[in-house]
């Protein structure tokens, strides 16, 4: 993110990049954009941050208390995680805020090469 853009604070980078986690666990394998996938389960105290700040909504409206509700992202919440995780909706290449590359994986790839693990006996 840019030096001149709003800083968010350490409770809101931390759910957003549990939305990221999210999306690209669960909700690329089935065509959900970033705004359709329900990207955050927890607490209303843990979600409240972003909440308050606008990026996060309850996926039922009205966030139940005491138990774990799902949150979807907002029209605001969309932007900023498009700016933190540009190219992270691509579902041939991932590009996060380090730069880092990553090709994705599924637990349902095939084996990846036929060598055998090197605890194998």
């Given at each position: 993110?840019?030096?001149?853009e709003?800083?968010?604070g350490i409770?809101?980078?931390?759910?957003?990049?549990?939305?990221?986690r999210?999306?690209?666990?669960f909700?690329i394998?089935?065509?959900k954009?970033?705004?359709?996938?329900?990207?955050?389960l927890?607490?209303?105290?843990e979600?409240?941050?972003?909440?308050?700040?606008?990026?996060?909504?309850?996926?039922?409206?009205k966030?139940t208390?005491?138990?774990?509700?799902?949150?979807?992202?907002?029209?605001r919440?969309?932007?900023?995680?498009?700016r933190?995780?540009?190219?992270?909706?691509?579902?041939s290449?991932?590009?996060?805020?380090?730069?880092?590359?990553?090709?994705p994986?599924?637990?349902?790839?095939?084996?990846?090469?036929?060598?055998?693990p090197?605890?194998?006996s």
């Open positions: 993110m840019n030096s001149d709003p800083r968010i409770a809101v980078d931390r759910i957003m990049e549990e939305a990221r999210r999306y690209e666990s909700a394998r089935y065509d954009s970033v705004a359709e996938g329900w990207l955050g927890g607490m209303p105290s979600y409240r941050p972003a909440v308050e700040a606008g990026y996060m909504t309850p996926l039922h409206g966030a208390r005491r138990v774990l509700n799902w949150y979807l992202l907002t029209d919440g969309v932007e900023l995680y498009r933190m995780f540009p190219g992270s909706e691509d579902g290449r991932r590009k996060y805020r380090d730069g880092l590359e990553v090709e994986y599924s637990i349902h790839d095939e084996a990846r090469n036929d060598e055998e090197a605890c194998a």
